[in-house]
Every structure is written in structure tokens, then in C-alpha cells.
């Protein structure tokens, strides 16, 4: 029975390995290290074995045999990828120690998964995904579920590194604008932090950055409209310039609804002081948050309609 059992594990490990391959692959013998996903790192772990019985099953009946599945090679783990999974005591992959909370605790080091980011270590893609583990991990309303020793700070810290590091991979920006606003969100205190960190300007560069990157912008703008409720928040952001970033997505994505949604949760957040309506009417926001209606579905054009008589309002309304 344990024979057949351990010969069942090891074919659900293998459709695992092989179905990653093909979803995030490129073909090429360094697939894994392209991605993140090392096929030593999940044989290494018992702890994922019952995910993995359940993707056989799954990926049995719907995804066989639907895929030209590439050969999977025992040597294509590099010596770099190699390097970074002993550094960071890695048992299985960042993307399971993301997804499956309980695994954290045996499958990596965390700390040292933020180091090799301050120190930049991480590849885009490790980075892309250690962004994602943490922001996974620190979801706004609940408690953290980070290691006791890894502090907000610490988080902010390398993400921040990690922004610079890579900021021409959209992967990268994109996952760490998310964290940052989990990092940030209903937790006063690290929303401060945040702030001095140059954490605003750290969001805004990603936006501009990759402005024709539907992700990015969509991420941006709800870090934007999540981190701008307090007064001292919205006067940082307008002192950057938030407000001519968001009108320039709006024009950019005429038909996004998640773009325009959150855009229009963000200026009605700037238009809540007289000097965010001020800058707002210099740069002729009414006129771009007309098209954006005449595109956009019932939602939008209600949303939109409230934030122009915001716009019309005079004095200090808000935060």
C-alpha cells in the first residue's frame, strides 16, 4: 500500500511539475529557475503532497489532454536557481508558501527571502514572487501571518529595494504595489511608515513606468484610492503629481472598467480638499471624466457624475 501510495505522490508531483511547464514555461532548460518553480523543491516537502493529489485528479480530467507537454530534465534547475533555494532554506515553491498558508513555517525562510531582495539577489521573477507571498500574507482586517521576526518595516524595506531593482519588469511593480497597499491598509501606523519611506513615490513611478500595462495601472490605482482617506496622505500624493497620473490612465484606458473605477475612487479622494479640486480643474479633469462616462457601463457613469459635482463643490470637504 505505501509503495502504491508513494508511486501515486510521485506521478501527482510529476503532472504537477509538467502542467507548470506548460502554463508558465517557456520550453527552455531553465523554465524553472525562469519562473520560480524548481521540480526539486517540491519533492523535497511532504507537506504538499495532499495539493498535489489533488491536481492529478484535476489536471487528469481537464488539462491532459488539451496540452503538448514539453520534456521535464532532472539537470534544469541552474546553479544560480539552485543558489537561491539554499539561501532561503526553500523546501517547496514560493508559489505554494503563497497559496498554502501552513506550509510557510517549513518551506522557507521568509527573512532570508527579504535579505536576498535588499541585497538584490532576487531575479524579477523571484522577486515578482516573494512580493506575492507577502502581500498574500498580510491582507487587509486580518492579523499577519508572516513569521513574528519579519516586521512590516522589514517588508516595505525590500519590496522598496526590489521597485528600484526591477523596475522595468511589470511583474515585479505590479505585485509590489499590491503589497505595499496590503502592507499599508487599515494599519495606521504602517501606512505612516510607508509614507517615509517613499512608498507614494515608489507607486507613482511604477504607474508611470509602465503606463500601457493594464495591470500596473489597475494596481495603482487602487493602492491610490486605498492610501489616500487621510488628509497628510492626500497632500503627498498631490505634491507628486497623482492627480495628472491617474487623468492620464483614464485617457489611456477608455474601456477598462477596473481601471476607471478605482481612477474615479481616487480622484474623488483628492477632490475631497480644495487644493486636489484646484489641480484637478487646472488639468481639465472634468472633460477627461466626460469620456471616460461615455464609455464606461451604469457604474461608471454614476460614479463619474458624483465625482463631477464633487469637482463643482468649493472649501474643504474631506480627509
Same mark, same amino acid.
Given at each position: 500500500m505505501n509503495v502504491e501510495l508513494h508511486a501515486v505522490l510521485h506521478c501527482a508531483e510529476s503532472?504537477?511539475?509538467?502542467?507548470?511547464?506548460?502554463?508558465?514555461?517557456?520550453g527552455v532548460p531553465a523554465l524553472w529557475e525562469e519562473h520560480g518553480f524548481a521540480l526539486r523543491l517540491f519533492l523535497a516537502s511532504s507537506v504538499i503532497q495532499w495539493p498535489l493529489l489533488l491536481i492529478l485528479r484535476c489536471f487528469c480530467s481537464h488539462q491532459l489532454p488539451s496540452h503538448?507537454? %514539453?520534456a521535464v530534465r532532472d539537470d534544469c534547475l541552474s546553479e544560480e536557481a539552485q543558489s537561491i533555494?539554499?539561501?532561503?532554506?526553500?523546501?517547496?515553491?514560493?508559489y505554494v508558501a503563497a497559496t498554502v498558508p501552513f506550509t510557510m513555517k517549513s518551506g522557507c525562510d521568509v527573512a532570508k527571502l527579504l535579505d536576498l531582495m535588499m541585497k538584490g539577489q532576487a531575479s524579477a521573477q523571484v522577486a515578482a514572487?516573494?512580493?506575492?507571498?507577502?502581500?498574500?500574507?498580510?491582507?487587509?482586517?486580518?492579523s499577519s501571518e508572516l513569521?513574528?521576526? %519579519?516586521?512590516?518595516?522589514?517588508?516595505?524595506?525590500? %519590496?522598496?529595494?526590489?521597485?528600484d531593482a526591477h523596475l522595468s519588469s511589470p511583474e515585479v511593480q505590479e505585485q509590489a504595489v499590491w503589497c505595499l497597499k496590503n502592507l499599508g491598509l487599515n494599519r495606521p501606523e504602517n501606512e505612516e511608515r510607508l509614507m517615509e519611506r517613499g512608498g507614494a513615490e515608489a507607486i507613482l513611478r511604477a504607474m508611470t513606468k509602465h503606463c500601457s500595462?493594464?495591470? %500596473?495601472?489597475?494596481?495603482?490605482?487602487?493602492?491610490?484610492?486605498?492610501?489616500?482617506?487621510?488628509?497628510?496622505?492626500?497632500?503627498?500624493?498631490l505634491s507628486l503629481g497623482a492627480d495628472q497620473v491617474i487623468l492620464d490612465a483614464l485617457r489611456n484606458y477608455t474601456t477598462s472598467t477596473g481601471v476607471q473605477w478605482w481612477a474615479f475612487q481616487a480622484l474623488g479622494n483628492l477632490a475631497e480638499t480644495s487644493k486636489g479640486r484646484a489641480k484637478l480643474r487646472e488639468h481639465l479633469a472634468a472633460d477627461v471624466i466626460d469620456a471616460a462616462m461615455r464609455n464606461g457601463n451604469s457604474e461608471i457613469q454614476e460614479k463619474g457624475q458624483l465625482l463631477l459635482e464633487k469637482l463643482a463643490q468649493d472649501g474643504h470637504t474631506g480627509p
Open positions: 503532472v504537477a511539475a509538467i502542467w507548470m511547464a506548460n502554463a508558465f514555461g517557456s503538448d507537454f %514539453v533555494c539554499d539561501s532561503c532554506d526553500a523546501k517547496i515553491s514560493l514572487q516573494i512580493c506575492d507571498l507577502i502581500k498574500r500574507h498580510v491582507l487587509p482586517k486580518k513569521p513574528a521576526a %519579519v516586521t512590516a518595516a522589514s517588508c516595505m524595506q525590500a %519590496v522598496l529595494c526590489a521597485m500595462n493594464e495591470a %500596473v495601472q489597475k494596481e495603482g490605482r487602487v493602492a491610490l484610492a486605498k492610501l489616500t482617506t487621510e488628509h497628510q496622505n492626500v497632500l503627498r500624493f
